[in-house]
């Protein structure tokens, strides 16, 4: 399974996947590197899912390419299955099988026999803090649990190339936090793996590059830092004393901002030009005019604010919590393309 | 090829494993034929004339041909679920063979269906029922049963690969068998039936099959019967196992 070094863990170049009239794939280009956590960061209906579809063999695509260690998803996807993983927000389990027959059952289908199988199987549940319901069919298993079931079954062939579709969506804060842990011990035993997530904490802390998709199509790529400054820098954000005129101190900041500072619920934000001195310039410039300050704080853009930026709407705000089928995971595509791109300049 | 078999068989045990945790289904093994048996031969049985033979007797190949029929709805509601919880999407991920989800659940169903057709046949012999025939005839009554089961089941297959929820797989796969059972010589002589129905009734395939069980388990005259029914069981794999093979490949999981 060894590959040469430094060719492309995956390589996508201008993949083209259509449902219908939608166009869920359009001439995406991507790359990952091996052993690397790419982080695939998109609204609801961008193609994530798609693609990772795609990726994994279960759909050809119209038109493009797509190389996973350097074979092709559709010709040599025979050959291809034995080296991936795939993990997703659906925690594909079987309720009436205990925890130990679905990852016997997931070995064997890989062509193992049944006693190595059922090692591999022990050995996972342990590593994924499961062995003490190991014998328990997983209908009783809790979210959290289930979705390492999941990933454990993932894991099974220990494969080279892992695709986790959003695999944290769901999950209370504490099982989030033990996911993500034992995706970075994946990573660090060199695994390439490929995210997908609607969390931008999540790409932040995990990827290693993240690339943004929107309608199918590559908007932005890079790491969580470059995406960052391609906002430009710091943000100082103002909050007034009541009664104070939020205009006035709009103005009084203006010079230290190549574009105009704007007002967003009594509290003015400017992106300044320089991080050095522009608190004491700020508070100078606020008393010259009078404007009782409550509040002053100078803070990095986020990936949120990237997000905002780049795609026109706020990250999560079209999260669908109840993961309803959705063949395309395309339903809500329409809703976004009404939403203009207005903030995208 | 020996892909294809041990993936089967894989696949095969885990519907067998998972069968006893899923009571519904089990009850539906169980439990509801010896309900409709025993319906049928108390309530209807009193007022329904079966020239040449006991009501029981003629009750008993007819309603298990039925009960064999339904087995195929564990496949069909099996494979619906497998799609929207996602598994099946897990399965094309695998390098297993793509025959195998469909041919484990069907080979499976085989083992269900001889489960109820046992129970049938005890219930069957305690309220009076007994076979006319050597016990030869009588196991490859069983055999075609078995045979018409597979067969079935890979229709049923199809059809929970076709619709969306488990509750139209019921309600398609009720409203596609039930009338199929009825109107055909399972629980009635055909020629009570009205004109039309009737000659519907002589075509039905169940006709076949249940008159295929009555001269294999009663002595009745068979014709071509016996030929018949395994050339339907054949003919119905022939069409529906592509059929249902091509529509997993399509599957799209979510």
Redesign the interface.
Known sequence: MARVTGEAAIEVEGLVKRFGDVCALDGLELTANPGQVLGLLGPNGAGK?TLV?VL????VPDAGSARVLGLDVHNDA?EL??R?G?A?Q????????TGL?NLT??G????ETRGPAKARGRELLERFDLIEAADR?TKTYSGGMRRRLDLA?ALVAKPPVLFLDEPTTGLDPRSRLSLWAVIEGLVAEGTTVLLTTQYLDEADRLADNIAVIDHGRLIAEGTSDQLKDRLGGERLEVRLEDGADPQVAQRALAPMSDEPPTIEGGVVKVNVRQRRGSIVEAVRRLSEVGAGVEDLALRRPTLDDVFLALTGHAAEETADGDGE?????ERDREHDDERAREHAA | MRRLVTDTLIIAERNLIRLPRAPELLIGFTIQPIMFVLLFRYVFGGAIRTPGYDYVDFLIPGIIVQNTAFGGFATALGLNEDVSKGLIDRFRSLPMSRAAVLGGRTLADIATNALSITILLVTGVIIGFSFHTSFLHAAAGIGLLLLFGYGFSWFLAFIGLLVSSPESVNSVGFIAVFPLTFISSAFVPVESMPDGLRQFAEYNPFTVIVDAMRSLWLGAPAGNYVWGAVVWSIAIVAVFAPLAVSRYRHAAGR
């Open positions: 899912t579809r994994a063999t279960l759909i025979a299955r034995e991936i795939l997703g659906y925690a594909a389990v079987d309720e009436n099988l027959e059952m997931v064997r289908l890989y062509g069919p079954a089928r959705d063949p395309a995971g």
